[in-house]
C-alpha cells in the first residue's frame, strides 16, 4: 500500500470519530431540559428549512452487445498494459497537482469496458474528396451530426462511443464530435489534436445567435500598395501648388477633428450595441467543460496553428475568447497535459508539445522532438562515442525495447456510404440561427426544386422583419444555382450555370414586374454565343446591349423605344406581337487597324423618327477630332422597288484633313444605300433581342413550374426513367421463371415416388394416385383457412385487452398514451379486416382450386387412360 492510500484511511477514521461525536453531542442535548429562550429559538431554527438540489442523471443509451466486435467487448493485454499506465500516471498527478481538475483518461464505450481515449480515435480517409481538405470534413461533422450536450456541463463525460458509433446514430457530444472529426484529419495528412478544457456557455450550446453568418462576412481584400511612378530625367514637371500651406493645414486638421468624431461616435454605438447584446452573466462560466480540435502548422502546408470548432465546424484563431482553458491534449500516439497558466484563456499559450516545461507527456516515445543545442563537450566527446557504436546500439535498442508504445485502435473502420453522405444533415435537414439570419441546409435531391441551402436575413434579432433570401440549388436542369430575393426593393437575382439554350448567366429584374418590356439586366456566357453578347439591360423604354470579340468591332449597341399609339376599339392580335416603336438606335465600334481612321465607323446613329443618320469616324492618332457625315433619307426610302432620289442637300460632311479628296455624289449614294441596309439589319437585331428576351422569360416559367432535377445516369436510385426500365425487367424474368416453374411442377411426383416411381400405372394404382392427390390438396386447403382464422382470432383477442386496459386507464391517461391507443386499434382494425377478406376469398377460390387439380389429374397422360 503506498502512501496515497494511507492518506485516504486516515482521512476516513477522522471523518468517522466526526461523526460519531456529533451524534453523542446530540444525544447529550436531547436529554437535556430546554429553557423558554431555548424553545422559542429552537421553533425560529425550524422555520428555516432547504431543499437541495436534486439531480437526476439522464439514463444512458444502451446498445446490443451483439451488434459489436469482440474489440468492443474485450481489452488485449496491451490495452490493459496502457490501462494501467494511465492509472499510474493519474495518481501522481493527483498526487502532485491536488487543485487541477480530472483528467479524461479512460471512459468506458458503448459495451461498458474502459478504453484510452488515445484507441479511441482511428485515423481514416474516406473515397469523398470534400473530407480531403480540413474545412470540408469539419463542415461535414458539423451537419451529419446532432447535438448531445454534456450533463452535468462542468463534469466530464462517463463514457465515449466509438467514431463507427458515432456515424451510424448521426449523434454525440463534444468529445464524440471531437474523436471523430481528428480521426478524419488525421487520415487526411494533418497534424490533429483533441483538446478537452473549458469554453464559454455560447460554445459548449452551439449558440450562434450572436454571431455573424459566415456567409455573410465580407472577405478580407488584400490592398495592394500603390507603385510610386518612377521619375523620369526628362519628364514634363508638374505645375507649382500655389495655394496657401497653413490654409491647407488647417482644413487638413479640421478634416481629422471631424474624422475622429465621427471615429468616436461609431464607437460609442458600437460599444452600445455589443453591451445591448451581451450574454447574461453564466453561473458556470470558466467551469463548462467542451472539447475540440487542434491543428498544428507543418503538415499539410497548413501554415500557422488553429482550432476547429467541431460543432460549428469554423476555424478560430489560438487566442480565442471562446475558450477559457485547456487540461490536455491527445492524439492516436501519445497523451499531454498542460501546465501553463490559463487564467487568460488560451490567449499566450504555447503549443510546442515537446517542451516537457508545459506540456506533460505520458508515454516516453514522445513524437514531438525536443530542441537541443550540443555543448563544446560534446562536440569533444564524439571520438570516444565512436569508439563504442556498436555497444551504444545495443543499449539503444535495449532501451527502445522498454518503451510503451500506443496499441492499434480498437474502434471498427469507419464507413460511409454515398447515400449518407450525399444526405449530410440527420434526416435530411438542418438549420441554423444566427445574428439576424437564419440558415437552413438541405440534401442534395431532397427538395423538389434541386434546393440545398436558403439563407434569411432580417432587420432584427427576433427574426420577424425580413430582409433578403439567398438560395442555393444544385442538380437543376435549368441549371439555375443561386436565387437572391430583396423583400425590400422587390428585386430578384438568379444565377446560372453554363449550358443553358440560350447562354444565359445572370437575370435581374423585379419580382413586381416580371413580364418583357420592364425594367430587367442579363449576363451571358459571350464565349459560348455566336454573336458575343455579354449584357443586355433593358427598360420600358430603352435597351442596351454589350458585346465582345466580334468580326465587325460592334461592342454597344443602345435603342430608345416610343410610346405605343393608343386605339379605340378591338386590338388587333397582329399589331398586339409587334414590338415597341423604335426612336433612336445607336452603334459604337472599336478600332479596325485595317482601315484609315477616317472611314472607320467609331459611332453609328439612327435618328428613325427624323429620318436621319449621323456618322462619327475614329481620331486619327495625330488629331483631337474626328471626322463626322450626316445624311438625310429619302421620302421614299421604306417603299419596296421605289428609285431613290438623292441630292446634295441631303448630305452634310466635316472632315478632319482638308488635303483629303472630298467623296462624290456616286460614293455618298452608296454609302447612304449601305446605311438604309444597315439600319434595316439593326432593326430587325433588335426585334430578334425582343422576341429572345420573350421566349426566355416563357422558359423560366415553365422551368419554374417543373423544377425537373439532373439525374445522372448512374443513380441508379434516383432516376426513375432507369427504374422503371429495371423494375419491368425484372418483372418479365420473374414472370417468366413463374412459367417455367408452373411446366416443371409434377403434382404426382411425391406420390408416385411412395409406390417406387413405376413405369407404367394399373387402374388400381391410377384411382389410388388420385384419391391421395385430391385429399393432400383437401387438406392443404382446410389448414390454410385454420390458420387464417387462428390470427383472426389472435389479432381479435389482442385488440379487446387493449380495450379493456384503455377503459381501466382512460382517466389517467395523457394525450400522448391516447394517442398511441388510438393508432393501435386503426392499426388492429385494418390487420383484422384484411385477414377476413383473406379467408373470405380463401373459402370462394378453394372449391375451383379442388376441381382443377381433379381436371388436371383426368387429363393427366399417365392416368387419363383410366377416367
Known amino acids: 500500500m503506498d502512501s496515497s492510500d494511507l492518506n485516504e484511511g486516515e482521512v476516513a477514521e477522522n471523518e468517522n470519530d466526526d461523526v460519531i461525536k456529533e451524534e453523542d453531542e446530540t444525544e447529550r442535548e436531547e436529554g437535556e431540559d430546554l429553557t423558554e429562550d431555548a424553545e422559542a429559538l429552537k421553533a425560529e431554527l425550524a422555520k428555516i428549512v432547504v431543499h437541495p438540489p436534486s439531480y437526476e442523471p439522464s439514463p444512458m443509451e444502451e446498445f446490443d452487445q451483439a451488434e459489436f466486435s469482440p474489440s468492443y467487448k474485450d481489452n488485449l493485454p496491451k490495452e490493459n498494459l496502457v490501462l494501467q499506465y494511465a492509472e499510474n500516471f493519474r495518481r501522481q498527478m493527483v498526487q502532485l497537482y491536488r487543485d487541477r481538475k480530472p483528467l479524461s483518461l479512460n471512459p468506458v464505450n458503448e459495451c461498458g469496458v474502459e478504453k484510452f481515449v488515445c484507441t479511441t480515435i482511428r485515423p481514416t480517409l474516406l473515397e469523398f474528396k470534400e473530407l480531403y481538405n480540413w474545412d470540408g470534413a469539419a463542415e461535414f461533422v458539423a451537419d451529419y451530426l446532432n447535438i448531445e450536450p454534456l450533463k452535468p456541463e462542468y463534469e466530464l463525460p462517463k463514457r465515449l462511443i466509438s467514431p463507427a458509433t458515432v456515424l451510424r446514430r448521426q449523434k454525440g457530444n463534444c468529445f464524440e464530435y471531437s474523436t471523430l472529426l481528428c480521426s478524419l484529419l488525421i487520415g487526411a495528412g494533418y497534424d490533429a489534436y483533441v483538446i478537452s478544457g473549458y469554453a464559454t456557455k455560447e460554445t459548449c450550446l452551439a449558440d450562434e445567435s450572436r454571431d455573424i453568418c459566415p456567409l455573410l462576412k465580407k472577405k478580407e481584400e488584400v490592398k495592394e500598395e500603390a507603385k510610386k511612378r518612377e521619375m523620369k530625367k526628362y519628364n514634363v514637371k508638374p505645375p507649382r501648388d500655389l495655394r496657401s500651406k ?383 457625315r450626316e445624311f438625310l433619307k429619302p421620302p421614299n426610302w421604306d417603299e419596296k422597288g421605289a428609285v431613290l432620289t438623292f441630292s446634295s442637300e441631303m448630305h452634310q460632311t466635316f472632315q478632319v484633313d482638308p488635303t483629303l479628296p472630298m467623296n462624290k455624289q456616286v460614293e455618298l449614294y452608296e454609302t447612304l444605300m449601305e446605311l438604309l441596309k444597315a439600319e434595316e439589319k439593326c432593326r430587325n437585331e433588335v426585334r430578334d433581342s425582343q422576341n429572345e ?86 387438406q392443404r386447403l382446410i389448414d390454410k383457412a385454420n390458420l387464417i382464422q387462428a390470427r383472426f382470432e389472435k389479432e381479435s383477442q389482442e385488440l379487446e385487452k387493449k380495450q379493456a386496459w384503455y377503459q381501466q386507464n382512460q382517466v389517467s391517461m395523457g394525450k400522448e398514451d391516447e394517442e398511441e391507443y388510438l393508432t393501435y386499434c386503426k392499426e388492429a382494425i385494418f390487420r383484422i379486416h384484411i385477414l377476413d377478406l383473406r379467408l373470405t376469398r380463401h373459402k370462394e377460390q378453394a372449391p375451383h382450386k379442388y376441381m382443377q387439380l381433379e381436371q388436371k389429374l383426368r387429363n393427366d397422360d399417365r392416368l387419363s387412360e383410366f377416367f
Open 246 to 628: 497653413f490654409e491647407l493645414k488647417q482644413e487638413a486638421k479640421r478634416d481629422a477633428e471631424k474624422q475622429a468624431e465621427k471615429e468616436k461616435l461609431r464607437k460609442e454605438e458600437e460599444e452600445r450595441i455589443a453591451e445591448m447584446e451581451k450574454p447574461p452573466p453564466d453561473p458556470y462560466y470558466g467551469l463548462r467543460v467542451h472539447a475540440w480540435v487542434l491543428v498544428l502548422s507543418g503538415k499539410r502546408e497548413v501554415p500557422e496553428n488553429f482550432f476547429i470548432e467541431p460543432f460549428t465546424g469554423l476555424s478560430h484563431p489560438m487566442d480565442s475568447c471562446n475558450y477559457l482553458g485547456i487540461e490536455s491534449a491527445w492524439n492516436n500516439v501519445n497523451y499531454w497535459v498542460n501546465m501553463q497558466d490559463c487564467s487568460e484563456g488560451v490567449k499566450g499559450l504555447s503549443f510546442d508539445l515537446g517542451d516537457p516545461t508545459v506540456w506533460e507527456y505520458m508515454f516516453p516515445n514522445n513524437d514531438k522532438p525536443l530542441l537541443k543545442v550540443p555543448d563544446a563537450e560534446d562536440d569533444l566527446n564524439d571520438m570516444d562515442d565512436d569508439e563504442h557504436v556498436e555497444h551504444g546500439d545495443d543499449d539503444e535498442e535495449h532501451e527502445v525495447e522498454k518503451y510503451l508504445d500506443m496499441p492499434p485502435s480498437w474502434v471498427d473502420a469507419l464507413k460511409l456510404s454515398l447515400r449518407d453522405f450525399q444526405m449530410r444533415c440527420p434526416h435530411g435537414k438542418k438549420t441554423k440561427v444566427y445574428k439576424r439570419a437564419k440558415l437552413e441546409k438541405f440534401a442534395h435531391y431532397l427538395m423538389k426544386d434541386g434546393l440545398i441551402s436558403r439563407l434569411s436575413v432580417y432587420e432584427d434579432r427576433e427574426l420577424t422583419d425580413l430582409i433578403k433570401v439567398h438560395e442555393y440549388y444544385a442538380h437543376r436542369l435549368d441549371k439555375l444555382t443561386q436565387r437572391l430575393t430583396n423583400h425590400r426593393t422587390g428585386q430578384v437575382c438568379e444565377n446560372f450555370d453554363p449550358g443553358r439554350p440560350r447562354c444565359l448567366k445572370e437575370h435581374q429584374f423585379k419580382s413586381s414586374a416580371p413580364g418583357p418590356e420592364n425594367e430587367r439586366v442579363m449576363l451571358f456566357y459571350h464565349v459560348a454565343r455566336v454573336d458575343g453578347l455579354v449584357k443586355r439591360e433593358e427598360t420600358p423604354s430603352e435597351m442596351t446591349e454589350e458585346y465582345d470579340n466580334r468580326d465587325d468591332f460592334l461592342y454597344y449597341k443602345y435603342v430608345e423605344f416610343g410610346k405605343r399609339a393608343k386605339k379605340f376599339g378591338p386590338q388587333e392580335t397582329s399589331s398586339a406581337n409587334k414590338g415597341r416603336p423604335i426612336n433612336k438606335m445607336i452603334q459604337k465600334f472599336h478600332r479596325n487597324r485595317s482601315k484609315p481612321a477616317n472611314e472607320d465607323i467609331a459611332e453609328l446613329i439612327f435618328h428613325i423618327a427624323e429620318d436621319k443618320i449621323q456618322l462619327s469616324y475614329h481620331t486619327e492618332d495625330l488629331r483631337i477630332a474626328a471626322s463626322t
Open 693 to 778: 428576351v420573350r421566349n426566355i422569360l416563357d422558359d423560366r416559367t415553365k422551368e419554374e413550374a417543373a423544377s425537373e432535377l439532373d439525374i445522372s445516369v448512374y443513380d441508379t436510385e434516383r432516376n426513375e426513367k432507369a427504374k422503371k426500365h429495371r423494375r419491368e425487367l425484372e418483372r418479365q424474368q420473374l414472370e417468366e421463371k413463374m412459367r417455367k416453374q408452373e411446366m416443371d411442377i409434377d403434382y404426382l411426383a411425391p406420390f408416385l415416388a411412395k409406390i417406387g416411381s413405376p413405369e407404367k400405372l394399373s387402374k388400381q394404382q391410377a384411382f389410388s394416385l388420385k384419391e391421395e392427390c385430391l385429399a393432400d390438396l383437401k
